[in-house]
């Protein structure tokens, strides 16, 4: 399963929000952990460094653009 972020580019406001939060354009992510209580996603960047840590489920859906499971898109 992976994430894919919004291309940011032509929107630099939520760019500098997004890197904040360690969210980085056109890059794809694998969820780690999902926090019911508190609404909030773990993910994974796979360079290895930089991952995203507790981003609110409302900057999620802002910050990324696709959901895919194997090969099919969400």
């Known amino acids: 399963m992976t994430a894919s972020s919004r291309n940011l580019k032509d ?7 997004a890197n904040a ?3 980085y354009w056109n890059h794809a992510y694998a969820p780690e952990s999902v926090n019911l209580n508190a609404e909030t996603i773990d993910l994974q960047n796979p360079w ?12 999620f ?4 653009k696709a959901i895919r499971i194997g090969g099919s898109s969400r």
């Open 48 to 59: 290895g460094s930089s991952h995203v840590n507790d981003l609110a489920a409302d900057d």
């Open 21 to 23: 939060q360690n969210v």
């Open 11 to 17: 929107d630099p406001d939520l760019t500098r929000e």
């Open 61 to 64: 859906l802002r910050f990324y």
